[in-house]
């Protein structure tokens, strides 16, 4: 059984800086992508970041590109580090897990397992 824990939300003056931290309870991620999705209220969620757990490759959506970067190490946690944060990043921010997909990269219905999500406010 797969469990994703998100942690390291809060609120943030714009221009400033958070991390994101996902912990995952499984040890073995050979054939895993982690991602990052977000969702703003009354908005639809939106794919953030996604990083091959195997390889280290890494994707992100064009409106994070330069400011975020996704990462992992070998405890079983992905982490996002955000910077240059605007008020268009808030949104509750979600961890997802994909696993044993064939592709490249994997569609928002491929992922299996999903946090319950950290709550992130940029003010202006």
């Known amino acids: 059984q797969e469990r994703l824990v998100e942690s390291g939300g809060g609120l943030v003056q714009a221009g400033g800086s958070l991390r994101l931290s996902c912990a995952a309870s499984e040890r073995t991620f050979s054939s895993y992508v982690l991602a990052w999705f977000r969702q703003a209220p009354g908005k639809e969620r939106e794919f953030v970041a996604a990083?091959?757990?195997?390889?280290?490759?890494r994707y992100y959506t064009d409106s994070v590109k330069g400011r975020f970067t996704i990462s992992r190490d070998n405890a079983n946690t992905v982490y996002l580090q955000m910077n240059s944060l605007e008020p268009e990043d808030t949104g509750v921010y979600s961890c997802?897990?994909?696993?044993?997909?064939?592709?490249?990269?994997?569609?928002?219905?491929?992922?299996?397992?999903w946090g319950q999500g950290t709550q992130v406010t940029v003010s202006s």
């Open positions: 997802a897990a994909s696993v044993n997909y064939g592709g490249n990269w994997p569609p928002t219905s491929a992922y299996n397992y």
């Open positions: 990083i091959n757990w195997r390889g280290g490759t």
